[in-house]
Structures are given as structure tokens and as C-alpha cells.
Antibody, heavy 122, light 111 residues
Framework: QITLKESGPTLVKPTETLTLTCSFS??????????VGWIRQPPGKALEWLAL???????RYSPSLKSRLTITKDTSKNQVVLTMTNMAPVDTATYFC??????????????WGQGTLVTVSS | QSALTQPASVSGSPGQSITISCTGT?????????VSWYQQHPDKAPKLIIY???SRPSGISDRFSGSKSGDTASLSISGLQAEDEADYYC???????????FGGGTKLTVL
């Protein structure tokens, strides 16, 4: 059974760097085909894909946020970490991590964490 | 990149059928069969209900179906039930980022 859970600060100040951790179980990022992504959702708004990392360390980023994002993995801890620099109030959102469904060419997510709300305010 | 275009809202009565559209371009929806649909209830995580245009994950009711024509994908829900009231998001592979893009979401109201 695959599970994921996000953790990190609930409140950050403008210009600070956000660090979120996704802890997962039921699969390994040492296994071919596996990937974990981050998606966010501002209150009352749509989903926005942020970043993704694959088992072989291939990393993908949203073009609009690429300069501010870094995604890394720690396979020994079964964790994926997302950092976002220079946070602003518009970055207030629920941040989800999710498991990429394993299949050739697929881009969807079949398991999601519960999400963590991050508020950016001074 | 721009989000895929979905209607902001749709509605239907119990037992009826509805369709939600998702319009993109040849760089995403029209060019690839990697369209997915997610259902999201309030304050819950999204749930994958359709992948690769028309396939359903295990456990998803066959009342949900997906299709695609040109640059527009569609999600159909038959026999509407009160529990279907939720937000629905499409997503697609895009060759602009070689990953994915989401639609703006559609709120389904069951009257």
C-alpha cells in the first residue's frame, strides 16, 4: 500500500525559503520507473504542477517556477524534499506530494498525500 | 505554460449524465494520449479517476468515462449521484516541459 505525507512549516515570511518534505512508504525510489512529484493549490484555485524527481535522479520543473525550485531525494529515508526560494504571499497554498503512476510515458499521479497548507505572511 | 481550459462549472440532476470538456493544443491534449482526470472533494486530495484518456484505475466506477477528439478531451459521468459533487481537473502531458499541465478545474454541482 502506497502512502505519502507532507511535512514542513505552516507559516513562512516573505523572502524566506520554504523546505517541504514528502515521506512515503509502499515503494522505493531505488526502483526503476518510480517518481514523486509536488503539486500546489492556492485557496479556492486550481492545481499547479511544480516539480518531479524520478528514480534515476531525472528532475523536472515547472518553467514558470524553475529558478526558485529544487527537488531532491533521500532514498535511504524514503523522502523527497522540495525547496522554494524567495517566498511571497502569492505562494500561499496547499502543497501536495504525489506518486507518479508507473507506466511507460505516463504523467499522472495515482497516490497523493493529504497536503499541507503553507501561508506566506509577515 | 497556460493551463488547459475547462468550464468553471457544470450541473446536473441525480440520475442524469454530464460531460466536462478540457481543451488544449497540439502540444498537449491533441498530440498525446496522456490525458488524466482527477476528482477532488472539498479539503481532500485529488483522486485519479481516468488516465491515458479513457482508462479507469481499479475501483473507479464505470459511470466515469473519458474520451478525446482533436485538442479537446472529455470526462463523462452517467447516473449522477450526490457523491459526485466535487471539483474535477484534467491534466495532460505537454511537450513544452516534457511533463504535465493541469486544467483550471470544473465544479460539478448535483442539483
Amino acid at each position: 500500500q502506497i502512502t505519502l505525507k507532507e511535512s514542513g512549516p505552516t507559516l513562512v515570511k516573505p523572502t524566506e525559503t520554504l523546505t517541504l518534505t514528502c515521506s512515503f512508504s509502499g515503494f522505493s525510489l531505488n526502483t526503476g520507473g518510480e517518481g514523486v512529484g509536488w503539486i500546489r493549490q492556492p485557496p479556492g484555485k486550481a492545481l499547479e504542477w511544480l516539480a518531479l524527481i524520478y528514480w534515476h535522479d531525472d528532475r523536472r520543473y515547472s518553467p514558470s517556477l524553475k529558478s526558485r525550485l529544487t527537488i531532491t531525494k533521500d532514498t535511504s529515508k524514503n523522502q523527497v524534499v522540495l525547496t522554494m526560494t524567495n517566498m511571497a504571499p502569492v505562494d500561499t497554498a496547499t502543497y501536495f506530494c504525489a506518486h507518479r503512476r508507473v507506466a511507460p510515458g505516463t504523467r499522472d499521479f495515482d497516490y497523493w498525500g493529504q497536503g499541507t497548507l503553507v501561508t506566506v505572511s509577515s | 505554460q497556460s493551463a488547459l481550459t475547462q468550464p468553471a462549472s457544470v450541473s446536473g440532476s441525480p440520475g442524469q449524465s454530464i460531460t466536462i470538456s478540457c481543451t488544449g493544443t497540439s502540444s498537449d491534449v491533441g498530440g498525446y494520449n496522456f490525458v488524466s482526470w482527477y476528482q477532488q472533494h472539498p479539503d481532500k486530495a485529488p483522486k485519479l479517476i481516468i488516465y491515458e484518456v479513457s482508462s479507469r484505475p481499479s475501483g473507479i466506477s464505470d459511470r466515469f468515462s473519458g474520451s478525446k477528439s482533436g485538442d479537446t478531451a472529455s470526462l463523462s459521468i452517467s447516473g449522477l449521484q450526490a457523491e459526485d459533487e466535487a471539483d474535477y481537473y484534467c491534466s495532460s502531458y505537454t511537450d513544452i516541459t516534457t511533463d504535465l499541465v493541469f486544467g483550471g478545474g470544473t465544479k460539478l454541482t448535483v442539483l
